[in-house]
């Protein structure tokens, strides 16, 4: 669907089903906790709208929380934001995550709370690299320097296995940031547990029919029993080598350890827990040590620990060792997880950049301003202001010479070219290093021409006023008026819906929402527009400013004059700019349109000069005027086939 709004059968059933399994009541209500994510706030005015579900159908009810654990051993603390926008706009504004100024004071006053802790575990639906927060006397980076893991989801794993492993480490902070692929597309869920204070975890997949399942008839369906399940294990000493945290744990315990320790669940009684090193069987069996607490099913905790004796200085010899631990239950489902680990304290590289570590540790708002800005800047200088001032620097009289000696250059250029390239296929050199250096040559030669001619063409199109100004308006547009204006957030009040998409920010109910989704929207227009401006000052002049006429004998139009070309401008301005068009329309109304500048508008103008150029008069509108110059004033290179 391209509109988003609240599906209250879904809340319904999600309230239906808390209720029916009792997870809230559960060790005096702090077993179980739920927070918001962008799905959550989709087409929500505010938090006290009441559109906003959360607030009547969750277990928390409140953006974000603090729970803190004391235990005889330790305190625990976990501190959750609700990145949610202030203002929940339709869909496709809601990728990216906002923490304002009051939601940081209020993270602020939660790590407070939080200091003295064994360890803090930070959970936010957005990563920090999809995040904005807003101003406050402290950063982000400094508020969460306590902070051991950094908890997201709202990734989903991406597509094509680039989010398959979304991890990172943030070693200036010091803690793992670790995204959770979804339970509805991809059946995933993850296990933490923390032993002697060391903190591990294992990710697992629910083994189902089909992934993802169809949806079921909401209100009639009912919370299962429990699902057949292979058993899951998850070893906590030693610990994967691969996500320690140096500032936060322990790791001298691993060494001084009388035993490995893992957690092994199952849903049948188990068989056995094998374990090997290196490829070579323990000597020594696992033995369960678990134990059970609470007496009532609300208050039931069971440990199923599992332990085997082993002397860690054995493997303290500053090599990675891999431990394999197997668990297999009494219908003969198996189990298998191996993990590297030694004694030091430098985590191993996951190595996972193509896997989705690049992105996590990218900081996106930096990277879309610094792109819009330094983009809008060189299209603005270098395809419109430089041109205009270039050609007004010229007398009329002196344009018309100055055209005719750059046609001159143009005709040079593109005849040496052809020199180069006919003696570079020739065949008869074979010295390598003169191919070298003709290919060289040939490169050089072809940069200096495309520079060249489109420099040419730029200046020429800045003299045509009814192609600049409508390109130098939509320019400078970009930068002062909204991209569209419509009703961005549907459910609320007529007042209240309409919003204005600025590149850096979108206004709405008289208050600015600096949501980076905006900043992806302007990119997305500099970029048509600049393609725009690089095609359209070529496609008005006649290409035989560029080539000798001889050349045009040969060929009757150049390459960026096909047929090829033409359609693929053509498809880029629909699909590029039409159809974001037409979803705007359908999301935010027909206002998104009539006031659409930065999207509407230039497909109508791109559209229509496109028509006119490519079309209307394929072969040549404007045409500089002819040099008193002739071309035949050096001497022509022979073709290749001449050759």
Request: aromatic share 12%; charged share 15%; proline share 7%.
């Amino acid at each position: 669907r391209l509109t988003s709004q609240q599906q209250i059968d879904e809340w319904r059933a999600y309230r239906k089903a808390l209720d029916e399994s009792g997870v809230e009541q559960r060790m005096n209500g702090t077993f179980y906790r739920d927070q918001r994510g962008n799905h959550d706030c989709f087409n929500v005015f505010s938090f006290d709208s009441a559109e906003n579900h959360f607030r009547t159908h969750a277990a928390v009810r409140e953006p974000g929380y603090f729970l803190r654990l004391d235990e005889p051993f330790g305190s625990y603390s976990f501190v959750a934001t609700d990145a949610c926008p202030k203002h929940g706009f339709a869909r496709p504004l809601n990728f990216f995550g906002y923490l304002d100024a009051d939601g940081m004071r209020l993270l602020e006053q939660r790590m407070e709370a939080a200091q003295g802790s064994n360890h803090t575990f930070l959970l936010n639906h957005y990563p920090v690299s999809t995040m904005l927060y807003g101003r406050h006397r402290r950063a982000f980076a400094d508020m969460v320097r306590g902070v051991s893991v950094f908890l997201c989801g709202h990734l989903h794993q991406l597509a094509a296995g680039i989010g398959a492993q979304l991890q990172a480490y943030k070693p200036r902070e010091g803690y793992w940031e670790l995204e959770l692929g979804d339970m509805k597309e991809h059946a995933v869920y993850r296990v933490y547990a923390v032993d002697h204070d060391l903190v591990s975890f294992v990710d697992v997949t629910l083994p189902l029919p089909a992934v993802p399942l169809p949806n079921p008839d909401l209100l009639a369906a009912r919370v299962p029993s429990a699902i057949p399940h292979p058993p899951v294990v998850l070893v906590t000493n030693p610990k994967d080598a691969r996500y320690l945290l140096p500032r936060h744990e322990p790791l001298h315990r691993m060494l001084t350890s009388s035993h490995i320790r893992l957690l092994v669940w199952a849903d049948r009684p188990l068989a056995s827990v094998a374990l090997a090193i290196d490829g070579v069987p323990h000597p020594h069996a696992a033995e369960y040590r678990g134990h059970e607490t609470g007496g009532s099913s609300a208050d039931f905790v069971k440990t199923p620990l599992w332990v085997a004796p082993w002397n860690a200085s054995q493997y303290d010899d500053g090599r990675v060792h891999w431990l394999e631990a197997t668990a297999t239950d009494a219908d003969g489902k198996t189990t298998t997880t191996r993990l590297p680990f030694h004694f030091s304290s430098t985590p191993i590289p996951l190595d996972n950049d193509a896997r989705g570590g690049w992105i996590m540790r990218q900081d996106f708002a930096a990277i879309f301003r610094t792109s819009a800005v330094a983009s809008y800047l060189l299209m603005a200088v270098f395809l419109l202001i430089v041109p205009r001032l270039w050609a007004n620097h010229l007398p009329a009289a002196d344009v018309r010479a100055w055209l005719a000696a750059r046609r001159l250059e143009h005709h040079k250029d593109d005849a040496r070219m052809r020199h180069v390239w006919a003696a570079f296929t020739r065949g008869d050199i074979v010295n390598p290093l003169v191919l070298l250096k003709l290919l060289l040559a040939l490169v050089a030669t072809h940069m200096r021409f495309c520079v060249s001619t489109q420099f040419t063409a730029q200046v020429y199109f800045a003299t045509v006023p009814w192609l600049f100004w409508p390109a130098y308006f939509f320019a400078m547009g970009l930068a002062t008026l909204p991209l569209f204006t419509g009703r961005l957030i549907p459910s609320a009040s007529p007042a209240d819906a309409m919003g204005s998409v600025y590149i850096y920010g979108i206004y709405i109910a008289g208050e600015w929402s600096p949501l980076l989704d905006s900043w992806g929207y302007g990119l997305t227009s500099i970029a048509a527009l600049s393609l725009l401006l690089l095609y359209l000052p070529v496609a008005a002049s006649s290409w035989s400013v560029f080539y000798a006429t001889g050349r045009l004998a040969t060929s009757c139009r150049p390459w960026y004059r096909s047929l090829a070309v033409r359609l693929a401008m053509a498809l880029f301005i629909l699909v590029y700019l039409g159809v974001p068009s037409l979803m705007t329309l359908y999301t935010y109304g027909f206002p998104s349109v009539l006031l659409g500048y930065g999207r509407a508008w230039l497909f109508l103008a791109a559209a229509a000069a496109l028509y006119v150029l490519d079309w209307r008069y394929p072969v040549r509108l404007v045409s500089p005027p002819q040099s008193p110059v002739r071309v035949q004033a050096y001497a022509p290179v022979p073709t290749i086939a001449e050759q």
